[in-house]
Structure formats: structure tokens, C-alpha cells
């Protein structure tokens, strides 16, 4: 078991900087991967970006160049790092926590933080 919670959301304009943040209770270490994932009203949930316990990341074509994915095994944190934030990036955003022991796999999530992108 593990908890997460985000912080970092807002309101910002286009064009503008956030970053989230994302605590957990306990050492990240022995997740496979860490992510963000995000859900718009009427929307499914979906990826945003996810980062290895290597250190390999993955971002979704929508975000890729403006968002940056970090792991902080050390202080049990993963930062999201948004740039150039567009209207349709407005969501609310997720923490993931995944791990895989065969032949289960584990996924906990945090309660989410608004990310609102407008004038």
C-alpha cells in the first residue's frame, strides 16, 4: 500500500508554467513506474507521461516537448513539469503508482489536482 498526493494545480493562462507534485508515504523505489495521468469532464482518463524505475520515460504525442516527467526515489516524489500549457491540457491530473509481481499487478492512484488553462 502506498498513498499519493498532488499538489501544484491551478489556473494559469496559455502559454504558461505549472509544475505538480506528487508525495508519496513511502519508498517509491519498488514501483516498475510512476505516471501522470489526466481526465477532462466528459473525457476518459489517460496518459500523460510515466517514468521507470530506470529512469525511461514516456510521454503521450499530445504533451511530448512541453511536459517533463522526475522521479525522486530519494525524497518518494514524482514531478510533472508543464510548459507551454494549452486550454485543452485543462484536466484533472493524477499520480499512478504501478508495480508488476507475476502475475498481478498493483496500481494506486492520489485524489487528483485541477489544472485549469485559460484567459
Known amino acids: 500500500q502506498v498513498q499519493l498526493v498532488e499538489s501544484g494545480g491551478g489556473l494559469v493562462q496559455p502559454g504558461g508554467s505549472l509544475r505538480l507534485s506528487c508525495a508519496a508515504s513511502?519508498?517509491?523505489?519498488?514501483?516498475?513506474?510512476m505516471g501522470w495521468y489526466r481526465q477532462a469532464p466528459g473525457k476518459e482518463r489517460e496518459l500523460v507521461a510515466t517514468?521507470?524505475?530506470?529512469?525511461?520515460?514516456n510521454y503521450a504525442d499530445s504533451v511530448k516537448g512541453r511536459f517533463t516527467i522526475s522521479r525522486d526515489n530519494a525524497n518518494k516524489k514524482v514531478d510533472l513539469r508543464m510548459n507551454s500549457l494549452k486550454p485543452e491540457d485543462t484536466a484533472v491530473y493524477y499520480c499512478?503508482?504501478?508495480?508488476?509481481?507475476?502475475?498481478?499487478?498493483?496500481?494506486?492512484w492520489g485524489q487528483g489536482t485541477q489544472v485549469t488553462v485559460s484567459s
Open positions: 499512478n503508482a504501478h508495480r508488476y509481481v507475476y502475475p498481478q499487478t498493483y496500481d494506486y
Open positions: 513511502r519508498s517509491i523505489f519498488s514501483f516498475n513506474a
Open positions: 517514468i521507470t524505475s530506470g529512469g525511461s520515460t
